[in-house]
Structures are given as structure tokens and as C-alpha cells.
């Protein structure tokens, strides 16, 4: 950025378009429904409470507790369906805090830095381009509109790039709560396992 001088002028390194597509990316695996996504997403932009729903893991385990209490918990089918299906709304509880976690310590932070530092930057960027072509073709005039614009882009860059550290201690903590979410089911499913095959 700083190398640029009129005249010479190259494109001014930007953020890649990528945050944004792995931002929804990741969106998608927390919360695969888009119609509950964007529910959600509003809910968050005018500060309401997000309604509570059931997962289908949820939904799954409350199904096989009914069916397994209808059929009653003293056969052995009756009673592996109730421990299969309390053990799958558990797995579902797990689920619902991973979400939680995820989107607080990482896509909130990630959504906010895209929707105030990159937009400023942006615009910056924006600008800088005008008045790159416009100095361009009006040296004199233009160059201190420039050269400020310049420098005000610099800094927004900078700014972006020292946030990077801030969202790399968030995405440690993203995968950090993937892995328990992962390792508390993993241990569930063994519970449930050798439960199953005791009886």
C-alpha cells in the first residue's frame, strides 16, 4: 500500500472475499435450516430472544423415549429405546451448547469485525480508487487528496490486520468447543454402547 505512488498506482491489497463465505459456511453447519438462520440472525439484529425449537436430535430422542415408554421399559426393546433416546436429547443438550458457545466466542465477533471494519475499510478503499483515477488523470490537484486517503486506508488495513489475532484466539476457541462437543458425545455413545450390550 505505502509503495503506491500516482502515476504507478497498483490495486491496494484488500481483505479476501473468502471471511464472508466461510462465515456463512460455518453459519450453515451450526444452524443447517436458512429459514431458521435468518429467524435467528433477526432476532439478534433487533436484540430479541431467540425461540426455543427442538433439534431433530432432539426431536429423535424425545421420539424414541415416547415409543419406548409406550412399549414398556421392562421388555428389552421398550427399555433400550427410552436409554437410547434420553441419551440422544442429551447428545442434543451437548449440541445446543456447542452452538451456543460457537456463536458467541467466534461467528459474533467474525460477523461484527466483517460488518464494521471491513465495510469502513471498503468504503476507504473505495474512495482511495477514486481518487486514484481522478489524480491520475489531474496530478497537482489531486495528489494531498490522495496522498490523505491513502494513508487513511493504510491505517483501516493495519487495523484489519491486527484483528486477525483477536479472531484467530476466537477460532481456537471455536475448535476448542467443537472437540469437547465431539469428545462428551463420543463418551456418551460409549456409555450408551456398553449399556446396551449388558443387557
Known sequence: LTEEKLGQAER????????SGFLKSTEAVLQPNPAHRVEDLMCEKFEREKRDRLSPLEDLGCMMATAGAELGSTTD???????VGQVEKELAE?????????TLS??????????TDVKAAAKE??????????SESDYAKE???????????????????????????????????????????????????RELNSS
Open 94 to 102: 451437548l449440541e445446543r451448547d456447542f452452538i451456543k458457545t460457537s
Open 106 to 115: 467466534f461467528l459474533r465477533p467474525l460477523r461484527e469485525f466483517l460488518e
Open 77 to 83: 426393546y421398550g427399555g433400550a429405546l427410552a436409554r
Open 12 to 19: 491496494t491489497a484488500f481483505p479476501p472475499d473468502g471471511l
Open 143 to 193: 495528489q494531498q487528496q490522495y496522498e490523505r486517503q491513502l494513508e487513511v486506508t493504510r491505517l483501516l488495513l493495519e487495523g484489519i490486520k491486527g484483528a486477525h489475532a483477536n479472531h484467530l484466539r476466537a477460532l481456537k476457541d471455536f475448535t476448542e468447543a467443537q472437540m469437547q462437543y465431539h469428545a462428551e458425545s463420543f463418551h456418551k455413545m460409549q456409555e450408551l454402547r
Open 125 to 134: 478503499k473505495r474512495e482511495l480508487d477514486n481518487a486514484r483515477l481522478v
